[in-house]
């Protein structure tokens, strides 16, 4: 009897930490968005206007739900600089599982 492989594809599943889905302290809003954002690849690039347009919320919603994970410690947001000009030149998120230590 033949053995035939069948190749599973991981992507239709994601497994995350309950962390910030059970976290009271945030908003509904920004629990989905986290979990949108955590079921991306790891060299995902978050870019705020693709955010806009996946979703009903509008920018201004978006920006503030973004706001909150940073907040509660879901998200670290670097600043980044042109290194030719050393001006601001945007920003980058990081995104986690699990609040990090807030500065």
């Given at each position: 009897m033949?053995?035939?492989?069948?190749?599973?594809?991981?992507?239709?599943?994601?497994?995350?930490?309950?962390?910030?889905?059970?976290?009271?302290?945030?908003?509904?809003?920004?629990?989905?968005?986290?979990?949108?954002?955590?079921s991306k690849p790891d060299d995902w690039e978050i870019i705020i206007k693709h955010l806009i347009k996946e979703g009903p919320s509008g920018k201004d919603a978006v920006y503030a739900m973004l706001k909150e994970l940073k907040n509660a410690g879901y998200i670290i947001v670097n600043k980044l600089t042109d290194p030719n000009t050393k001006r601001f030149s945007g920003n980058s998120y990081e995104i986690f599982d699990q609040v990090q230590m807030l500065l």
């Open positions: 033949p053995i035939i492989k069948v190749k599973k594809k991981s992507d239709h599943f994601l497994i995350v930490k309950k962390n910030c889905i059970e976290d009271k302290k945030i908003s509904w809003q920004a629990r989905g968005l986290h979990t949108y954002l955590m």
